[in-house]
């Protein structure tokens, strides 16, 4: 069983930049696809990135592509979303997550192992 711990959020000003990141512990890192979901208030969560195990494959909602970049690290069983050009609208908790069966999976039911969460603000 994989555990996920979220650090990295914080409040930013509009175009400006944070980088999130995402421990795993308790299990195969590297067995795992990692994805990003956020979730602003009042609203469902919804998906934002996510990486192949061997982190040679990446896809983006098409509100993240062009300004968010996923990644991983193996080595050290740590995820992470570089996101630049930040927006208001981008404003939420931002989850990480893993998922053992094979393909990207984009949805949040495809995805099993959950962190608790990190909270981005950006002020226009």
């Known amino acids: 069983q994989v555990q996920l711990v979220e650090s990295g959020g914080g409040l930013v000003q509009a175009g400006g930049s944070l980088r999130v990141s995402c421990a795993a512990s308790?299990?195969?890192?590297?067995?795992?696809?990692m994805g990003w979901f956020r979730q602003a208030p009042g609203k469902e969560r919804e998906f934002v990135a996510v990486?192949?195990?061997?982190?040679?494959?990446?896809s983006y909602a098409d509100s993240a592509k062009g300004r968010f970049t996923i990644s991983r690290d193996n080595a050290g069983n740590m995820a992470y979303l570089q996101m630049n050009r930040l927006k208001p609208e981008d404003t939420a908790v931002y989850y990480c997550?893993?998922?053992?069966?094979?393909?990207?999976?984009?949805?949040?039911?495809?995805?099993?192992?959950w962190g608790q969460g990190t909270q981005v603000t950006v002020s226009s």
């Open positions: 308790g299990g195969t890192f590297s067995s795992h696809t």
């Open positions: 997550a893993a998922r053992r069966l094979p393909g990207l999976g984009y949805a949040v039911n495809n995805f099993s192992y």
């Open positions: 990486i192949s195990r061997s982190g040679g494959v990446t």
